[in-house]
């Protein structure tokens, strides 16, 4: 059982460039949360999806898309990379039940942009 | 506006010291409050959470934290830390749907950087 895997771990982009994270998961989790993570601020929310094909907005959806064709994966976009975007970038899921359920995590992707 | 606050950014003690990390939120109605630990280079992971009954709510680790309704807090405890529990703390709090707008979303705090020296 892998869990919540992402891809890839490492990244270093020019400004300007864009690429793709992938986020799969397993668990047949309805809910999956894109965050990124920042010293000092803890971490925000990109977007989200509570189903295939539905997505979003979180706190700070600006310069990202998101995209759920399938209910196991959640693919983050980035269309033309920022230096502000220069992040940790955590996907998780979780149930869709009412009940506290928390989040599952990746092992993160190191972005940085150049 | 809503929030989760960490009012402690760093904490350095030595092994066998207690630790109290605090948490507030901001949040009204009824709310699920958790705390995740990441250790270095590895993703979140979850300590403990709290959604209802016994306000003392007992994590892995020997890690507890005490939900206080009325102080809007819910602060993270270990009697004796040891040099492994040197890592980051996050505390995340699930409010009611209407407020976030659905989704089972979670809104962290900004964390909590601990040091524990031998």
């Known amino acids: 059982n892998a869990g919540v895997t992402q891809t890839p771990k490492f990244r270093v982009l020019k400004t300007g460039q864009s690429m793709t994270l992938l986020c799969a998961q397993d668990m047949n989790h309805e809910y999956m949360y894109w965050y990124r993570q920042d010293p000092g601020m803890g971490l925000r929310l990109i977007h989200y999806?509570?189903?295939?094909?539905?997505?979003a907005k979180g706190e700070v959806p600006d310069g990202y898309n998101v995209s759920r064709l399938k209910k196991q994966n959640f693919l983050l976009g980035l269309e033309s990379a920022a230096p502000s975007q220069t992040s940790v970038y955590f996907c998780?899921?979780?149930?869709?039940?009412?009940?506290?359920?928390?989040?599952?995590f990746g092992s993160g992707t190191r972005l940085t942009v150049v | 506006a809503q929030s989760v606050s960490q009012h402690n950014h760093h904490v350095i003690l030595s092994e066998a010291a207690s630790l109290e990390l605090g948490c507030n939120y901001s949040?009204?109605?009824?709310?699920?409050l958790f705390w995740y630990v990441q250790y270095p280079g590895q993703h979140l992971q979850l300590l403990l959470k709290?959604?209802?009954?016994?306000?003392l709510v007992k994590g892995i680790k020997g890690f507890e934290a005490e939900f206080i309704k009325s102080k809007f807090s819910f602060n993270l405890r270990k009697p004796s830390v040891q040099w492994s529990d040197t890592a980051e703390y996050f505390c995340a709090v699930r409010a009611p749907p209407i407020l976030t707008g659905g989704g089972n979303k979670l809104t962290f705090g900004t964390g909590t950087q601990l040091k524990v020296e031998l």
């Open positions: 949040y009204g109605g009824t709310v699920n």
């Open positions: 999806s509570v189903g295939e094909g539905t997505t």
């Open positions: 709290y959604f209802s009954g016994d306000p």
């Open positions: 998780a899921s979780s149930y869709l039940s009412d009940g506290a359920y928390g989040y599952t």
